[in-house]
């Protein structure tokens, strides 16, 4: 009798807590499974999107590869800013506006054009990272080739860290100061970067320091 007695009475503990407590129980159950189920889709959606950037970019690389194509530069242009544009968190889209901006500057003569794109790109880069160190440097060359040299050199000092591309951003630096007029400068420049070469001595770079009357062995 005493078992039955603490049953009943475990049975109707049990009911009790239920009735106190069994709501926000089924709410919070609920809340956990809208909270799974919410997050399969959000990465379903997520993946969907990667896959048709990815779509999109090799598109984008076939008709820049399209030398035969009249309409190419449209094309090019239409998917780099659908990309921009449909896709702007995706790395695809910092890609075409890369692309893009080559054509501008390579194809078209617009550096003015490819900075608009590069600037874009850039503010989705943030300020570290191997892609960030690209496009600045795509940036400061378009700047660079629209004769905007100060905004050039702004540009190369924002990069905080160039790691391997301390060279190449140095003597770059001292192509704009030697089209600024000051020669001095770009000589300290052009031998920063061979400083910096880990790939060695480069013979375009050699070139310049001969121009400015360094010889190899200065």
Same mark, same amino acid.
């Given at each position: 009798m005493a078992e039955m007695r603490t049953? @009943? @009475?475990?049975?109707?503990?049990?009911? &009790?807590?239920?009735?106190?407590?069994?709501?926000?129980? !089924?709410?919070?159950?609920?809340?956990?499974l809208a909270i799974v189920f919410g997050w399969q889709a959000w990465q379903n959606h997520q993946m969907q999107q990667r896959t048709e950037a990815a779509s999109q970019f090799a @598109?984008?690389? %076939? $008709?820049?590869? &399209?030398? =035969?194509?009249? %309409?190419? +530069?449209? =094309?090019?242009a239409y998917i780099a800013k659908e990309l921009q544009e449909e896709y702007s968190d995706s790395a695809f889209a910092i890609y075409g506006m890369l692309m893009l901006a080559r054509q501008q500057?390579?194809?078209q003569g617009?550096?003015?054009?490819?900075?608009?794109? !590069?600037?874009? $790109?850039?503010e989705k880069t943030g300020e570290s990272g191997p892609l960030t160190l690209v496009v600045r440097n795509r940036l400061a060359r378009a700047q660079f080739a +629209?004769?905007?040299?100060? @905004? +050039?050199? $702004? =540009?190369? &000092?924002?990069? %905080? &860290?160039a790691?391997?591309?301390?060279?190449?951003? =140095?003597?770059?630096?001292?192509?704009? !100061? !030697?089209?600024?007029? %000051?020669?001095e400068g770009a000589r300290e420049a052009y031998l920063a970067a061979r400083e910096q070469n880990q790939q060695g001595r480069s013979g375009i770079l050699e070139l310049k320091l001969s121009d400015l009357g360094v010889g190899e062995g200065a």
């Open positions: 049953e @009943e @009475e475990t049975v109707q503990a049990i009911k &009790d807590w239920w009735k106190k407590n069994g709501s926000s129980l !089924l709410i919070g159950i609920a809340a956990a @598109e984008l690389i %076939n $008709a820049y590869s &399209d030398e =035969t194509d009249e %309409n190419r +530069a449209d =094309t090019v500057v390579m194809d617009d550096p003015e054009a490819a900075i608009e794109s !590069l600037t874009w $790109a850039q +629209a004769e905007k040299y100060d @905004e +050039a050199l $702004a =540009t190369i &000092d924002s990069v %905080n &860290d790691g391997s591309f301390s060279a190449i951003f =140095t003597e770059l630096r001292g192509d704009i !100061l !030697l089209a600024q007029g %000051n020669r």
